[in-house]
C-alpha cells in the first residue's frame, strides 16, 4: 500500500516572507513523528512518503498514486489541514487519517475531515489503523512507555528539502506551565536512554548531517541524563556545527553542564523568558525567578551559547511598559534571536479554560492560533495594541546594531543570519501593514474593530501597525 504523509503549513507560514525569515531563522527539518511512522510502515512492506509544507507546497494531484493520506495537525496548522484532507477526500477519494496534537484534542471536529482520527502517541497502532484491522473512527493510542523501543526517523521517506535532522530524547516535561501543549500532549514525561540518542546520532554523522535539533521541549529537564549525553557525544565524536536544543533558565546553575553544552556544540538554545514581571511568571506557574532570568543572559554569554529570548506577549499582569521591559533586557543580554509570542490559549490547556470561562476568545479560526495573532481579549489592553506590540517588539529587536553586535560576538554566519532576520523583519511589517489595509475577511481589521474605538491607544486616522 502506499501511503504520504503531510505536515501541513498554515497560510501565513507559506508566504515567501515568512519562508525567507525562516531560512534566517535556523536550519529546514521535519517533525521526527510522521519519518518514525514511515519508518515502521516500511518495515512492514509498505510504500511510504513523507512532505513538510513549510518548505514546498504540496498539490495534491503531486500525489496521486496514495492509497491513504495521514496529515499531521498542530493547532496553528488545523484549518489548513482540514483544506487538504478535504479536497483529497472528496476530490480525489483518498482514504484520509487525522493525527498530532489538534485533533488529539478536537477527535469529533478532525473526523469531520477524515476517515479516522488517532488520538495520542501512534506507533504501536499505526500498522493496525492502515491494514484496517482497526475499524474505530476514533482510534485512542496510549502513551509509549518505552521509547528506547521506537525505531528512529527514515529521511529516505521526506520528499522536501531538509538539512537538520531533528532528534527527540524525551517526551513532554516536568513542568506545567498554564499556556503550554506539548507537556499536555506527551503526558507523562519519559526520557530515552543516554545509549540509545548515541545510536541515533551516530546514523546522522554517517548520513553527512552538519546540524542537529533536539526537538525535546526541556532537553536539560534531568540534568544528569543530559550531561550523560553530552559527554558521549563528546567520546564518541559526535559533535555536529550546530545542535539546537530547548531549556529552562535553570540550566545555568550548573556550571559543569554549560561547559559540556559548549563542547557538544549545543550552541543554540531557546528558552522561555517570557516576562520580567514577576507576578506574570507565577501566573503562568513557570516556577522562574527574575534572577534565574538575569543569571541565564549572563552565564549563556559566558559560554558563548547563543540565546532564542522567547517572551510572551499579552500576559493577565503585564502592561505594554511590562512588555517593552522585557524586550529591551533581551536586547541588554545581547540575546541571539527574539521570539515574541502572542499569548495563546490552545485548546487543551488551563489558559483556555480560563479564557472560555471569562468568555475572552474573540477569534475561533484556528490558523490564527500560531503566537503571531492576538485571539484573546487581553486583560491591560485593546486586542489591537496588542497586535501592535506584537510588530513593535521585532521592529525594535531586530535592528542594523543589533546584528553588527552578533558579528562581533558570535562570527560572520551568525551575524549574516541576524541581518536576514532585520531585513525581513522591515519586509514583513510592510507587508502586515499592506493586509491590514485590506478590509474583507482580514484579521487586522478584525481586531482593529474589535478594539475599542475611542481609546487614546488607536491611531486616528488609519489602523497602521505602530
Ligand atoms: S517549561 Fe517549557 S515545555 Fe515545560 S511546561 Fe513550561 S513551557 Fe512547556
Known sequence: MK???????????????YRLGGSFYGQKNSITGPLILGRILKEAGHDVEVYEELYKDLKPENILDADTV??????????????????????????????????SGFPEEGLKHADQVIVGEAENIIVDIIEGNIKEKIVYAPPVKDLDKIPFPDYSLLKTPCNAANVMTSRGCPFSCIFCTTSRMFYPYRQRTPDNVIKELEMYKKMGFKYVNFEDDNFTANKIRAKEILRKMIENKLVFKETFFF????????EELLVLLRDAHLNRVLIGIESLNQKSLDYIDKKQKIEDIEKAGEMLAKYKIKLI????????????EDIRNSVEFTKKINAYQLQPAVLTPYPGTPLYEQFEKEDRIIIK???YYDMMNVVFQPKNMSPWKLQSEFFHAVKSFYSFSGAMKIFKLFGFEAGMRRLGLWIAANFGKTFFNKQSEKENGNIYHELYELSDSSSSELPKSSFKLS
Open 3 to 17: 501511503i504520504v504523509f503531510i505536515t501541513p503549513a498554515a497560510d501565513i507560514r507559506r508566504n515567501s516572507i
Open 70 to 103: 495521514g496529515i499531521y495537525t498542530m493547532t496553528s496548522n488545523a484549518t489548513r489541514a482540514y483544506e487538504l484532507a478535504d479536497i483529497l477526500r472528496n476530490e480525489y477519494k483518498k482514504r484520509v487519517i487525522l493525527g498530532g496534537m489538534h485533533v
Open 247 to 254: 531549556g529552562r533558565t535553570d540550566l545555568a546553575n550548573d
Open 309 to 320: 529570548a522567547s517572551i510572551v506577549l499579552g500576559l493577565d499582569y503585564d502592561t505594554v
Open 365 to 367: 479560526d484556528w490558523q
